[in-house]
């Protein structure tokens, strides 16, 4: 059986869905945990990946410009644990963080005892 080619138009609204930057159609990938931090636009507009099932790990599938990469989530698994503001908490009392993707591996950025917010081991 022979290859089927698109139509000119048929092409032309595939690749102008593409550039719009619309997610992949639903299937494609399993989606995973998390939201998409905001990126620096790549020059080179490389697909390193389709959907989340083709990054790593816990690693999503994110635009940076014209490009797609995988990235660390800014919402990582687990719940940040309480702070119990009757007990002082040890450590530095200055913002270390805003979100979880600046956090090294599994922790999560939570608010901690000086009303900042700093890299902790989540509750899971």
Do not use: H, W, Y
């Not at 550039?19 to 998390?34: D, H, I, Q, S």
């Not at 698994?77 to 450590?91: A, D, E, M, R, T």
């Not at 963080?97 to 999560?108: A, E, H, L, R, T």
């Amino acid at each position: 059986m022979p290859a089927r080619r698109l139509g000119p138009l048929t092409a032309a609204l595939l690749l102008s869905l593409l550039l719009l930057g619309l997610p992949p159609v639903a299937g494609t990938g399993a989606e995973k945990m998390g939201v998409c931090p905001e990126l620096e636009a790549e020059q080179n507009c490389t697909q390193e990946c389709g959907s989340d099932g083709e990054c790593a790990d816990n690693l999503k599938c994110c635009r940076a410009g014209c490009a797609t990469v995988c990235s660390v989530p800014n919402d990582k698994k687990g719940s940040c644990p309480q702070v119990n503001i009757s007990f002082p908490q040890l450590g530095l009392c200055q913002d270390q963080c805003q979100v979880d993707s600046q956090c090294p591996g599994q922790m999560k950025c939570c608010r901690n005892g000086c009303g900042k917010v700093s890299c902790v081991t989540p509750n899971f």
